[in-house]
Structures are given as structure tokens and as C-alpha cells.
């Protein structure tokens, strides 16, 4: 996320812009379509049941990006959450505040076509495809509501390099737990093709039940393939854990340390222990 509080020229000072979806061209259009589609063979036996439940209910296909204004329409109505658009990256306060205010910021730009399975800035296919369908299950909602009237606070208190781990394990990379099986709704996997298959198939990273303060001290990777997946019993268990004062639990993470990335404790629960073979050998560097 940026820093500096002072939007660009011609943004607003909330940070957001108009999408400006009839600029975009057919090109552009059909890198969505070809993202899109590739996705669909595989998240029908992979993502949980609310993700394609919201898949449906935006019809985010149709002939290429999602027009915001369209989309808004179902989700405000659905959960009273809307997409905003931003010109990419935007302040802490500035994102936790549309977040606390059930606005979603999302890019408008989407990767090039020889960018298809790999994009370091999240581009509309990443923000709209990868989150707003979750946004329409009202559990998911309020978590995510919950989460950035968090951050604020967060943000006051000094650690909110623990609240990030939360959200990088929870809304970007998160894992169900469900009768049929582990099923991702964490929106780094469900947009992307190759992770999509990494964090339910590979042996390579551990996967290990959800615990609020484990997670929290857990660093992540940003650039390649996560070395470990935490997975919730039930949506509701993730708000519920939000809902909880972390004054208290962030008093007692300022004098702990980090817990290493590819380590299983004890106390954890242990759905994979994984061989993190796939990190040993350097992952995207070593390709």
C-alpha cells in the first residue's frame, strides 16, 4: 500500500477514480475473458461454495471487465458493500476506511496478455474476480468490515504489521475447511491459475488450522508461491475471531518473536505437513 496521504492529480482525496470501463479496449476485454475462463475449469472443485455462489450472482463474466456500476447494483443490494475504483496502491488509512465504510478499493487496469500467471500489483482481474465475489456472503462482509475498522486501530497502536499478516492469510490466501475438503475462498488463489492447484495439491507447504495470534505472528512471502496456508473451520469462526478486542492480544505479541515461516508447532493443528521442497529450491528464482 502507498504511504503518502496526498492523493495524485485527478484523484479524488478519498483516492478514488472513475473506472472509466468504456475506455477500455477489446484487447483488454479479452485478457479478462481468457482469465476468467481458465479459472472457471478449475475452481468448481476447488474454491468454497460462497465464492462461486457470488460468481453467479454478479455474472462477472459477460463480455470481459465488469462495469463497477453494474455490478454494484446486486452487490450493494446483496450485503450494502460497493467496488470503488483507485489508480492503483493506496494509503493504509485511506484503504482501511473505505474497507470500515463497506467500499471495496479496486484497480482499473488489467495485466497484459504476456502477464497471465504472474503480476506483482493487483490488477481488476486480482481485485474484482479474486474478491468481490466473496463479498457478497454477508459473514464474509462483515469480516471484511470488521477487519479495516481494525486496521484503523491498528494503525494507532503500532502493529500493524500484525493485522497485515491477517489479511495476507485470511483474505488474500486462506483455505475452508469444509466436508468435502480443504477449498480455498483467500483471493491471491482463486485468482491465480497455478496456485489455484499449488495450495490444495503440492506437498510443498504445510497447511495448518487458523489461530488468530499464530497467524499474526507468522511472516509471509509476496512473491512466490506461500510456504504455509492456514485454514478456518467456518466463515463465521473467522468474523467471530475478528469481532474479539486485540488490545489485549497485541500486548502480548510486543514481546513475542516471529514464528519461522515453514515451522509446525506443537499446538498446531496439522492438516499437511509439507516437505517445502518447493522453497528449498528457490521457488520462481530457481524456474
Given at each position: ?16 477514480i472513475d473506472q472509466g470501463w468504456e475506455t477500455y ?117 462483515d469480516y471484511m468490515q470488521a477487519y479495516g475498522q ?9 502493529r500493524l504489521h500484525n493485522l497485515a499478516r491477517l ?121
Open positions: 500500500m502507498a504511504t503518502d496521504l496526498t492523493p495524485p492529480p485527478g484523484v479524488r482525496p478519498d483516492w478514488t479496449t477489446q484487447a483488454e476485454h479479452d485478457v479478462w475473458i481468457t482469465l476468467y475462463e481458465r479459472q472457471l475449469d478449475l475452481l468448481p472443485r476447488r474454491a468454497c461454495d460462497p465464492f462461486l455462489k457470488g460468481l453467479d450472482a454478479l455474472d462477472l463474466h459477460r463480455t470481459g471487465i465488469p462495469d463497477f456500476a453494474r455490478i454494484n447494483e446486486e452487490l450493494e443490494r446483496l450485503t450494502g458493500w460497493t467496488v470503488v475504483a483507485v489508480p492503483g496502491l493506496v494509503p493504509d488509512a485511506v484503504f482501511f476506511d473505505h474497507l470500515a465504510n463497506r467500499r471495496f478499493p479496486a484497480g482499473n487496469f488489467i495485466r497484459k496478455p504476456d502477464q497471465l500467471d504472474y503480476l506483482q500489483e493487483p490488477d481488476v482481474f486480482h481485485d474484482v474476480f479474486g474478491h468481490v465475489p466473496m463479498l457478497t456472503d454477508p459473514t464474509f462482509a481494525g486496521g484503523l486501530r491498528a494503525l494507532n497502536l503500532g489479511y495476507w492469510y485470511t483474505v488474500e490466501f486462506g483455505l475452508l475447511e469444509t466436508d468435502a475438503g480443504l477449498r480455498i475462498y483467500g483471493a491471491g488463489i482463486v485468482s491465480s491459475h497455478a496456485e489455484s492447484i499449488f495450495a490444495l495439491d503440492d506437498p510443498s507447504p504445510n497447511r495448518l488450522g487458523f489461530d488468530l495470534a499464530r497467524t499474526m505472528r507468522t511472516p509471509y512471502r509476496i512473491d512466490d508461491f506461500q510456504q504455509v496456508y492456514f485454514v478456518i473451520p467456518s466463515l463465521q469462526a473467522l468474523l467471530d475471531a475478528t469481532l474479539a478486542d486485540f488490545g489485549a492480544l497485541y500486548a502480548a505479541l510486543a514481546g513475542q518473536t516471529d514464528i519461522p515461516i515453514e515451522a509446525v508447532l506443537p499446538d498446531d493443528k496439522v492438516f499437511t505437513r509439507g516437505t517445502q521442497a518447493y522453497a528449498r529450491r528457490g521457488g520462481r528464482t530457481a524456474a
